[in-house]
């Protein structure tokens, strides 16, 4: 062996001193979170599968769905290639690939994020690399923290969809497949962290990237499918599991992995600790008007996030609106798809419509979850000391959080309205849905809200027990809202969801009671998050 490959082998070892160690940190970090994230993709896929096999448990029933999402260009954007729906394991793909793909991208980019760049923006990482840690070993243990993650949902998904009744071949080729995304977002993160400066940048970049790969899958399914290879949510649909069982376009995942890494681990070598291939500027030497206040200040950390939640969510309104004049068709073909309407099939469009409007509220609810915990973020990282050591009170910091949270939400949710009122008016030729159905989500913005409130309580009295306590109520409300008629789920059960005490409009009539009742609960919710914030430690 030469000098220099023994030369070349010792630093690539010292460069790889600590990962075990800092591997076991990371596990002990994400011993709350992960479990979190596993525990709502085998949810998902478990309440996805069982419903699927009770509606289509005939081929009749399996054929009438396939002519009826060919027929439809937005049914098959949203879901992917009508090959899927020959089988009825293909049929489960087709409605939860996509969204546990993105779940599972997520959950990846914020693992490799919160142990590479957010550790190295804090200082965390600098203290800990003044022990005899290599430059590599952080990236090293945030990529094998991913990969464990990447296995569990391997093993989980494997376990939930045979559990449920699916093929075991078909079961093992999904599991693959949705692991193999999650591996290759985490390598798409190690890259970008080695890109920007910053964990916002960080985790802006690798979203659009994600979104980019969902809509260019749409368009290659809706068209000849040749664009639906350029992401890794069509390498894995169209590995067909339960249809054709296709192993080899999952090798895509180790190839595309690997090439990424490769990249990533360059530039690692060559950048200056703290900086990224990108730089920033200084900026102004003086700040605008409109950061002088907390109100501006909040604004200005959470106006990226509030539009691209918009964006997103006016998107899926407009992808849902564009469904609502077929559903009567699709409802005469498929009479237990009812169950999953508020009203049933006998007003089938305002139905569906109800049902669309609670969806975009639901996802306008996860925004003010987001906005509300931005304000755990800045106390944890230490930013919100230098706003109150001014003459600037608690509870004036925390109520332009809060503020931002409530306002932010209700325009997300008007923006999923007017999506939805939109793309239906371009179909039916009738303009004024759009002012209907934008008028319809407002009706939902109490139950929002009353979310939203729920995080503040959790911030002001539990701060560091607040996400999972909020996320968890959220998953309530979510099952409550969708799956308890068709799961048949007891009568009480959806009792604590604000969105069963809201009027499902256009399908209900608005009543005021109603509306008061929720935005007075939200209110109180909300007064004791600011009463426990003003009598706890700040970075508690």
């Known amino acids: 062996m030469s000098i220099r490959t023994h030369d070349s082998r010792r630093g690539v070892l010292a460069g790889a001193a600590g990962s075990r160690e800092l591997l076991r940190f990371s596990l002990r970090r994400e011993r709350f979170t992960l479990p979190a994230w596993l525990l709502g993709v085998g949810v998902l896929l478990a309440m996805q599968s069982v419903s699927s096999q009770r509606f289509y448990d005939t081929p009749a029933k399996l054929a009438n769905l396939r002519e009826m999402m060919g027929a439809n260009a937005t049914a098959v954007a949203l879901g992917g290639p009508i090959r899927l729906l020959d089988t009825i394991g293909g049929e489960v793909l087709f409605e939860i690939f996509a969204y546990l793909a993105i779940v599972v991208a997520l959950m990846n980019m914020f693992l490799v994020g919160r142990h590479t760049r957010s550790d190295e923006e804090a200082g965390r990482d600098e203290l ?5 840690v290599g430059r590599r070993a952080p990236a090293l243990a945030a990529l094998a923290l991913a ?11 494997f376990v939930v969809a045979v559990a449920t009744g699916l093929p075991v071949h078909g079961s093992l080729l999904f599991a693959v497949a949705i692991a193999g995304v999650g591996l290759t977002f985490a390598s798409i993160t190690t890259l970008a962290v ?3 400066e910053n964990p916002r940048s960080v985790y802006g970049s690798v979203t659009l990237l994600l979104a980019a790969a969902y809509v260019l899958r749409a368009i290659g399914d809706v068209g000849n499918g040749a664009l639906s290879w350029a992401t890794p949510l069509g390498w894995g649909q169209r590995s067909y599991p339960y249809v054709v069982d296709r ?3 999952v090798s895509l995942f180790l190839v595309a992995s690997l090439i990424l890494l490769a990249i990533a681990f360059a530039l690692l070598d060559r ?9 920033y500027g200084t900026g102004p030497a003086e700040a605008s008007w409109a950061l002088g206040s907390p109100l501006g200040l909040a604004w200005r950390l959470q106006r990226g996030s509030w539009t691209g939640w918009s964006v997103g969510v006016f998107g899926l309104g407009a992808a849902y609106g564009s469904f609502a004049e077929s559903i009567a068709d699709y409802l005469a073909d498929n009479p237990e798809i009812a169950a999953f309407l508020p009203g049933g099939a006998a007003d089938a469009v305002d139905s569906y419509l109800a049902l669309s409007v609670s969806m975009t509220a639901l996802l306008a609810a996860a925004y003010g979850i987001t906005a509300v915990l931005r304000a755990r973020g800045e106390e944890t990282a230490g930013y919100s000391e230098s706003i109150l050591a001014a003459p600037v009170a608690r509870t004036r910091w925390l109520a332009s959080h809060v503020t931002i949270a409530l306002v932010g939400a209700a325009l997300v949710a008007a923006m999923g309205g007017l999506g939805i009122g939109s793309a239906h008016a371009l179909t039916v030729g009738d303009w004024t849905q759009v002012p209907r159905m934008t008028a319809a989500a407002a009706v939902y913005w109490p139950a929002v809200w009353s979310i939203a409130a729920v995080a503040v309580l959790g911030f002001g009295w539990f701060p560091r027990a607040a996400a999972a306590s909020v996320w968890t109520y959220f998953a309530y409300c979510v099952v409550a809202l969708l799956f308890t008629d068709s799961f048949d789920l007891p009568g009480w059960f959806a009792t604590a969801s604000p969105f069963e005490h809201t009027p499902q409009v256009p399908l209900d009539d608005v009543t005021a009671t109603a509306m008061v009742g929720i935005g007075g609960a939200a209110a109180v919710a909300a007064l004791a998050g600011f009463a426990g914030f003003g009598r ?3 970075g508690y």
């Open 247 to 249: 192993w080899w376009p």
């Open 271 to 279: 950048r200056d600790f703290g900086a990224g291939l990108l730089s």
């Open 147 to 157: 990969a464990v993650a990447d296995l569990a949902v391997l093993v989980l998904v």
């Open 194 to 196: 080695q890109v920007f």
């Open 128 to 132: 800990i690399r003044s022990a005899r």
């Open 536 to 538: 706890r430690d700040t």
